[in-house]
């Protein structure tokens, strides 16, 4: 089993920035992906950015140039670094990590994929305007 701590959540103003942190502990050597999904009030919850155990992040359109993903597989963490923070990017965003070596690949081929089996409770950024 794997258990999932988020930090670093708080409030910041538009166009400001903030980091987010987690780290896992448990069976840390089986995640082959770790990722950041951010759930917005009233709006579904979307896999804002991940990262494989290769170090290649990927992030949704609605992030990209603006968050940055990383991993220390050293101490089995993953840290969201977020920049020209904007008020939709107000969300619980949680910490989540898959053991499913083909999690990944069938999100290329398919462009859709199932959600990751291991999730944090989520620490909450407020973006004011």
């Known amino acids: 089993q794997v258990q999932l701590v988020e930090s670093g959540g708080g409030l910041v103003q538009a166009g400001g920035s903030l980091s987010v942190s987690c780290v896992a502990s448990g069976s840390g050597r089986s995640i082959h992906v770790m990722g950041w999904y951010r759930q917005a009030p009233g709006k579904q919850r979307e896999l804002a950015a991940w990262?494989?155990?290769?170090?290649?992040?990927n992030y949704a359109d609605s992030v990209k140039g603006r968050f940055t993903i990383s991993r220390d597989h050293g101490e089995n963490s993953v840290y969201l670094h977020m920049s020209s923070l904007k008020p939709e990017d107000t969300a619980v965003y949680y910490c989540?990590?898959?053991?499913?070596?083909?999690?990944?690949?069938?999100?290329?081929?398919?462009?859709?994929?199932?959600?990751?089996?291991?999730w944090g409770k989520g620490t909450l950024v407020t973006v004011s305007s």
């Open positions: 989540a990590a898959e053991n499913n070596p083909l999690w990944a690949l069938k999100l290329k081929r398919t462009g859709t994929s199932d959600n990751m089996t291991y």
């Open positions: 990262i494989t155990s290769g170090g290649i992040a």
